[in-house]
């Protein structure tokens, strides 16, 4: 049975930055706007919110400022990084400061083998009190996940979700209910593929629109007619700049965010991409 928090809309938020330090006001302020706005869940520290580039002081602050600002609404936390003991410490942390569950990528500088993706959710599983969502982001991280290997981790306690890329169609989140158990969700990534994920059978959509523009995002998870059109010149920006530096030119655009609010070497999109960010906020009404 599939736990009803692992359902809807999760909203993965910035981690606003402001002269190189943790941004406290604006992050609770997108916290609350997160909330206010009825996600359905919160990830922090997911990859829209930067946590490879945070110290693990950093990290706990901005944990505790989420499950602070998000109230009722549940929060997820990332804990992902280069060692098991350091991941370790993340989950320790994250779950004395009250989050609902833990997201993992298995992050990597040398290369990793199945052994050793499957050898580090058992080792982070084995320690949890709260759910474990798998985060397969191979964009970002360069593992891949066969099947064969989502079936075993699946298989390992407290593993409560699996995060996918799209695209997601009704004979392939056919075939993963087949690998899994049924306590496992399946929630699409990847925005542009969010609608037919969710039409096609995912449990939920762990969305980086959704947590700068909560609105738009719960009209496609609602599945109110015309909400994908409406995204869809956003997406194609995505898709041309990267969805972690257009989120933050939405964000400064909004006034949600000081400017240039990514960690360095992360530079924001150049005068001319702005305006093109402003322009397709302002004739898709995204700017409310």
């Known amino acids: 049975m599939i736990d009803s928090r692992f359902t809807g809309l999760n909203a993965f938020p910035l981690t606003p930055l402001a002269g ?12 609350r706007r997160l909330a206010g706005a009825g996600v359905d869940s919160i990830t922090a520290l997911g990859s829209t919110g930067s946590y490879p580039y945070l110290e693990a002081t950093e990290r706990s602050r901005a944990i505790r400022i989420a499950v602070a ?3 009722p609404t549940p929060v997820f936390a990332g804990i992902g990084a280069l060692r098991t003991s350091h991941v370790l410490a993340h989950a320790a942390d994250a779950q004395a400061a009250g989050v609902s569950a833990v997201l993992l990528a298995p992050m990597t500088y ?14 982070v599983a084995a320690e949890l009190s709260v759910p474990l969502i798998v985060y397969d982001n191979p964009g970002t991280t360069h593992v891949t996940f066969t099947d064969e290997l989502y079936a075993a981790i699946a298989a390992l306690p407290n593993v409560a979700s699996l995060k996918i ?18 306590r496992v969700a399946v929630g699409i990534s990847g925005d542009v593929h969010a609608a037919g994920g969710l039409v096609s059978g995912c449990d ?27 995204l869809a010149p956003l997406f194609a920006l995505f898709a041309e700049y990267g969805s972690l530096r257009v989120t933050a030119a939405i964000a400064e655009y909004l006034g949600l965010a000081q400017r240039s609010c990514l960690p360095r070497p992360l530079r924001g999109l150049d005068d001319a991409a702005r305006a093109r960010v402003a322009e397709v906020m302002t004739t898709s009404n995204l700017t409310s």
């Open 20 to 31: 190189d330090r943790l941004d406290e006001q604006s992050y609770a302020g997108l916290i």
């Open 165 to 182: 890329p799209g695209p997601a169609t009704p004979e392939r989140v056919a075939e993963l209910r087949k690998l899994l158990p049924d």
């Open 204 to 230: 939920l959509w762990y969305s980086v629109v959704g947590g700068t523009l909560p609105a738009a995002a719960l009209a496609i998870a609602r599945s109110v007619p015309g909400a994908p059109a409406r």
């Open 110 to 123: 040398q290369p990793l083998t199945p052994d050793d993706v499957y050898g580090l959710y058992q080792d």
């Open 69 to 71: 600002a998000a109230g």
